[in-house]
């Protein structure tokens, strides 16, 4: 059974630092794209982050650009966002994503698992 599973989250306060972690299992996603989501209160679920199967290649949101970072450890199955210079904005639950193939995928549908979410909250 594939599963990932997000950690990491919690409260920071404006311009604090969190690491998200998600570890895969049930299958290796050495040679797909992983990638973060995130879905504010009332919003729709929006792209963040990707990162290519050897991850060699990242993409970000304009929204998060400098500020945040996907890297991956396909000897552990794991992806990690940092995440730094955090904004009340940046609340919401975060989702880890497996993708369908290899490459830069931003589109929710390009992804085939995801994980149950981390809640991130960011206070002024």
């Known amino acids: 059974q594939v599963q990932l599973v997000e950690s990491g989250g919690g409260l920071v306060q404006a311009g604090g630092s969190l690491r998200l972690s998600c570890a895969a299992s049930?299958?290796?996603?050495?040679?797909?794209?992983m990638g973060w989501f995130r879905q504010a209160p009332g919003k729709e679920r929006e792209f963040v982050s990707t990162?290519?199967?050897?991850?060699?290649?990242?993409y970000y949101a304009d929204s998060v650009k400098g500020r945040f970072a996907i890297s991956r450890d396909n000897a552990k199955n794991t992806v990690y966002l940092q995440m730094n210079s955090l904004k009340p904005e940046d609340t919401a639950v975060y989702y880890c994503?497996?993708?369908?193939?290899?490459?830069?995928?931003?589109?929710?549908?390009?992804?085939?698992?995801w994980g149950q979410g981390t809640q991130v909250t960011v206070s002024s």
């Open positions: 994503a497996a993708g369908s193939r290899n490459g830069l995928l931003y589109r929710i549908d390009e992804y085939d698992y």
């Open positions: 049930g299958r290796t996603f050495n040679y797909v794209a």
């Open positions: 990162i290519s199967g050897g991850g060699g290649m990242t």
